[in-house]
């Protein structure tokens, strides 16, 4: 299983390398040592502390959609009748295509904090360049 470094876990995260290092201070997120005497975190600790942080964060109204990325409104452009919204989520840019009568109900504006919920039928994944895997 790969392990990762304190900071290619923040990185994954989206969170500092100092909020991973509280956590695994605390216990909440388990690390051993690699060959080198850094911490590191094993893929499977790292992919069940997500699993458990995203099982936390669900509430309100249910849904079949599992896909939820909360960011702040940078973008809206409306016209008659539609309008586009873009929603910085982390590092990653949502541009979503909606009724302007939705965004009106919403008050969605530039620095709304707003969440992306997105469901799909077809999701490519793909391998991430350059990533290192290390086995430990």
Known sequence: MPG??????????????????????AGRLPAGRDDHGHRAIDGADLAAFVRAGAADQEGGERSSARNRL?????????DTVMAQVDIQAGPFRLVSLMSREAVD?????????AVAVIKSTTVVVERAAGGQQRSG
């Open 105 to 113: 109900e919403l008050d969605l504006r530039v620095g709304s904090v």
């Open 4 to 25: 990762f470094r304190i900071g290619e876990a923040a990185e994954l995260l989206g969170v500092s390398a100092d909020t991973v290092r509280r956590w695994v201070d």
């Open 70 to 78: 909360r960011g702040i409104v940078t973008a809206v452009v409306k």
